[in-house]
């Protein structure tokens, strides 16, 4: 089954404790993405990555790092997080290219709080 | 520079009557335009899609929407309302000619209330 799949689901943790979540697709794409939703805001994106070793800021970049070492896995890392990181975050990839329509394939979701 | 903005942050309907949740969007390219829906606690799913061919898309579930580009609109509708459809819905664009990357531009959503 085509999917992504992030880990974890929930996670709380504090001030200061570097964490990472992890995002996998398995539809071979190029392009993936790290957006956070937060309410009134919608969803804005952190990072994206255009393919392997490949990837640049989005809207809202401060305070996360990404890697791109495998087509199939981006990982968000928070070095360290603060409570205005708490958010529910998504991961979604899809195909690049003029031949497609650049419909984006979501994770589940991943809801973080930090205290 | 892209943007999406969505007319209604909440729209209440009664069961049985029709739905329509608005959406504007600026683009400097040819859009690609998307809905997506979010049930509480669950993750974004796609609704439908316009990547420039027919000009009325319909998607699941009932809905479909019209690409109007003299309005720049791209409004969804449904004629007749269920329970099941009482959900956050997202207006999303993206440039399909901006080949640097293929960022979503998400509206802020509108939240569809659908009462007995």
Known sequence: EAQVTQNPRYLITVTGKKLTVTCSQNMNHEYMSWYRQDPGLGLRQIYYSMNVEVTDKGDVPEGYKVSRKEKRNFPLILESPSPNQTSLYFCASSYIGQAHSYEQYFGPGTRLTVT | ?116
């Open chain 2, 1 to 116: 520079a892209q943007s999406v903005t969505q007319l209604d942050s909440h729209v209440s309907v009664s069961e049985g009557t029709p739905v329509l949740l608005r959406c504007n969007y600026s683009s400097s390219y040819s859009p690609s335009l998307f809905w997506y829906v979010q049930h509480p606690n669950k993750g974004l799913q796609l609704l439908l899609k316009y990547t420039s061919a027919a000009t009325l898309v319909k998607g699941i579930n009932g809905f479909e929407a019209e690409f109007k580009k003299s309005e720049t609109s791209f409004h969804l509708t449904k004629p007749s309302a269920h329970m099941s459809d009482a959900a956050e819905y997202f207006c999303v664009v993206s440039d399909r000619g901006n080949q640097a990357g293929t960022a979503l531009i998400f509206g802020k959503g509108t939240t569809l209330s659908v009462s007995s």
